[in-house]
């Protein structure tokens, strides 16, 4: 009988085996590590997109804060000239107001009453004057109450003095001016 050796035969087909495990091994070894660093470098590529967008962004709204801070001082300034345009608004309005006070201040003035001093805060008169009667005050009141540019006459103080045969009498009236809108609100009613 004829010994036939097998073995180197399932050795080297055995070594084949192992070299090509090995090579397909080395081989998917390095498809895994391009795919994974295909993919790292993808992600580091998309970080990067952001980060430039997040600075693009970070620096538009720098921008913006820069122009709202604008936008607020312009505001203000706005603010502070239409204060100024009210102002003039209303002096322009009330700038014929003092023409009808001393109008209506000579003629609601009765005879026998003379003014000594007119004092104005705000839209309050203090009138100081001498009267030759009680009746003559009395009557300068009724004038004013009738006026449409005087409201509210208020006695503080009447005192009598004699002056030779005459008797005069000082007294000190607060009126109330009326103002243009007043009066329109009043006809209207």
């Known amino acids: ?10 050795d ?6 192992q070299t090509n495990f090995i ?9 895994t590590g391009l795919a994974m660093s295909g993919v790292h470098y993808y992600y580091v590529d998309r970080i990067d997109y952001q980060k430039t967008r997040n600075a693009y962004l970070n ?4 921008k913006l804060d820069i122009q ?12 502070k000239l239409q204060a100024h345009l009210d102002i003039i608004q209303r002096l322009q309005s009330s700038r014929s107001e003092i023409v009808h006070l001393f109008d209506e201040a ?4 009765p005879e026998g009453v003379y003014l000594q001093s007119l004092t104005q805060k705000g839209n309050k008169l203090v009138i100081k004057g001498i009267a030759q009667s009680n009746a003559r005050v009395s009557s300068y009141m009724w004038n004013i109450e009738k006026s449409d540019w005087l409201t509210n006459p208020k006695l503080d103080v009447i005192s009598t003095t004699r002056k030779g045969r005459e008797r005069l009498s000082n007294f000190t009236l607060q009126v109330v001016q009326a103002s243009k809108k007043a009066k329109e609100t009043e006809k209207k009613e």
């Open 12 to 17: 080297e087909l055995r070594k084949e085996k």
């Open 1 to 10: 009988m004829a010994r036939i050796n097998l073995l180197p035969w399932r």
């Open 23 to 31: 090579i397909a091994l080395l081989v998917m070894l390095a498809i």
């Open 59 to 62: 620096k538009e709204i720098k």
């Open 68 to 79: 709202i801070s604008k936008i607020k001082t312009f505001e203000a300034e706005k603010k």
């Open 106 to 109: 000579v003629r609601t003035l």
